[in-house]
């Protein structure tokens, strides 16, 4: 918008200030961004990574309960060989939902020689999402605590 003076009888333009942003304003603006967005976002997933695997402990104590429920009526514990398969009421997911689960369990006979399901049961938490510090969680009738991860100290705090 231009404002038009008349002086000694010429009109003269005197420019109004432009309204908004510079270049050079809107590139420092988004680099702060991006800089705020590229620590953040680490933060956050290691956030989601850890509320996963509380859910995968959780699972695991749940089903490992009713595995002892089990082998008090059967004096065998259950054997579910495949991940997730919910055969025998146990519940063999983490989560609300099997087909959003974080976790999907299996048992297994505890690692030794001669051992049976009617000796020990080993229950296996697989994750259904990247996670190479804790990766497997595993929960034994014994009440033994590991994972196959990187940092082991992340799995059972």
């Not at 005197?14 to 680490?42: N, Q």
């Amino acid at each position: 918008m231009l404002t038009i003076h008349l002086l000694r009888g010429r009109p003269t333009r005197h420019p109004v200030p432009a309204r908004g942003f510079t270049l050079i304003e809107l590139m420092i603006t988004v680099a702060i961004v991006a800089i705020l967005a590229s620590v953040a976002l680490p933060a956050y997933e290691n956030s989601v990574k850890k509320g996963k695997r509380a859910q995968g402990r959780t699972a695991l104590i749940d089903a490992m309960q009713a595995q002892e429920r089990y082998f008090t009526q059967r004096n065998i514990y259950l054997q579910v060989a495949t991940a997730g398969d919910s055969s025998g009421g146990i519940k063999m997911t983490s989560g609300d939902s099997p087909s959003t689960a974080a976790y999907k369990l299996k048992a297994e006979v505890c690692d030794g020689t001669g051992m049976t399901f009617r000796d020990c049961v080993k229950l296996v938490a697989e994750p259904q999402f990247s996670d190479g510090d804790a990766n497997k969680l595993i929960l034994e009738s014994t009440g033994k605590k590991s994972c196959t991860g990187s940092k082991p100290n992340v799995c059972w705090p």
